[in-house]
């Protein structure tokens, strides 16, 4: 099966080309660096589409976001389409629900994106919808955040402290985060690809963790002595100096893919535990 891939430099495309070019003959475009007008797609069966721009701390504009997230992704689609590629497999992002949340997310829940990342996601998943046929099947794939091994920003973040810190104040937080390892969401990935499944599904781990569990989880991998304690102020200080950090260290965010693993009657490889190992220490150890 010949596949085309983008973003196949970033995080979770390099993994899935290092780990299935074997599967499939695939090949690689960049709209970075490559003509999206020579691109040539007559033989190619399946397009899985991860280039995006992702989630910025500090934002990026509105427009910018819609020429990537959206107009990009439309362009491909549509030359997709006219080529006779016979699915197109959208990444997006549980963004599209919302924000952190006591509710589970699961397939069905209503979206209501709050940032402009989301908005983007959102609204080229319905314009891909609107492109499909019996003959041009459109996958979308919806992810909380993505660990492995040379995971950058807040996860890299939080093993750079468990290695410098001993005594955090991350004891007793009660939250829960969904996430998902790369090697699960790669073989879902796959999945969907061979069993050419349409429709929308969320890629997650077996269970959400606190932030708490997680940090221990990471010590425990790392052989560090980590203590964690609980300071009354520090969440509310936290709130207020850093609003963003206090929801990703305090609030929840989970989602609930058994619908996904229904459907596809799909089982994720690899447990939370084993994740978090080869986030720190790769796969082949």
Same mark, same amino acid.
Request: hydrophobic share 40%; net charge neutral.
């Given at each position: 099966?010949?596949?085309?891939?983008?973003?196949?430099?970033?995080?979770?495309?390099?993994?899935?080309?290092?780990?299935?070019?074997?599967?499939?003959?695939?090949?690689?475009?960049?709209?970075?660096?490559?003509?999206?007008?020579?691109?040539?797609?007559?033989?190619?069966?399946?397009?899985?589409?991860?280039?995006?721009?992702?989630?910025?701390?500090? #934002?990026?504009?509105?427009?910018?976001?819609?020429?990537?997230?959206?107009?990009?992704?439309?362009?491909?689609?549509?030359?997709?389409?006219?080529?006779?590629?016979?699915?197109?497999?959208?990444?997006?992002? @549980? +963004?599209?629900?919302?924000?952190?949340?006591?509710?589970?997310?699961?397939?069905?829940?209503?979206?209501?994106?709050?940032?402009?990342?989301?908005?983007? +996601?959102?609204?080229?998943? +319905? *314009?891909?919808? +609107?492109?499909?046929?019996?003959?041009?099947?459109?996958?979308? @794939?919806?992810?909380?955040?993505?660990?492995?091994? #040379? @995971?950058?920003?807040?996860?890299?973040?939080?093993?750079?402290?468990?290695?410098?810190?001993?005594?955090?104040?991350?004891?007793?937080?009660?939250?829960?985060?969904?996430?998902?390892?790369?090697?699960?969401?790669?073989?879902?990935?796959?999945?969907?690809?061979?069993?050419?499944?349409? #429709?929308?599904?969320?890629?997650?781990?077996?269970?959400?963790?606190?932030?708490?569990?997680?940090? *221990?989880?990471?010590?425990? @991998?790392?052989?560090?002595?980590?203590?964690?304690?609980?300071?009354?102020?520090?969440?509310?200080?936290?709130?207020?100096?850093?609003?963003?950090?206090?929801?990703?260290?305090?609030?929840?965010?989970?989602?609930?893919?058994?619908?996904?693993?229904?459907?596809?009657?799909?089982?994720?490889?690899?447990?939370?535990?084993?994740?978090?190992?080869?986030?720190?220490?790769?796969?082949?150890?």
């Amino acid at each position: 099966m010949r596949l085309l891939l983008t973003g196949a430099n970033g995080f979770v495309g390099s993994y899935f080309f290092n780990n299935y070019s074997s599967t499939y003959d695939i090949l690689k475009f960049s709209f970075l660096k490559d003509d999206f007008e020579s691109l040539h797609i007559k033989e190619i069966e399946v397009v899985l589409h991860l280039s995006a721009l992702v989630h910025q701390m500090d #934002g990026a504009s509105a427009d910018e976001y819609e020429r990537v997230n959206v107009s990009n992704t439309l362009k491909l689609a549509k030359k997709a389409k006219e080529f006779g590629v016979r699915q197109f497999v959208f990444m997006s992002t @549980v +963004k599209v629900y919302g924000e952190e949340s006591d509710e589970v997310y699961t397939e069905n829940v209503t979206c209501k994106p709050q940032d402009e990342y989301g908005k983007s +996601k959102l609204k080229a998943e +319905k *314009e891909l919808q +609107k492109l499909e046929d019996d003959n041009f099947r459109i996958s979308i @794939v919806r992810t909380p955040i993505v660990y492995g091994y #040379g @995971v950058k920003a807040n996860l890299k973040n939080l093993m750079g402290l468990v290695d410098k810190v001993p005594l955090l104040p991350f004891g007793g937080i009660n939250n829960r985060r969904s996430l998902t390892y790369v090697g699960n969401l790669c073989a879902l990935l796959e999945c969907i690809i061979q069993k050419r499944q349409r #429709g929308v599904f969320l890629a997650s781990d077996d269970k959400a963790l606190s932030t708490t569990q997680l940090i *221990e989880a990471i010590a425990k @991998v790392k052989k560090r002595s980590c203590w964690l304690v609980t300071l009354p102020f520090f969440p509310e200080l936290l709130k207020w100096l850093k609003p963003s950090f206090y929801k990703r260290l305090f609030e929840s965010l989970e989602v609930d893919n058994q619908e996904t693993k229904r459907l596809l009657s799909f089982e994720n490889p690899y447990t939370v535990e084993e994740g978090i190992g080869f986030m720190v220490h790769g796969e082949k150890q």
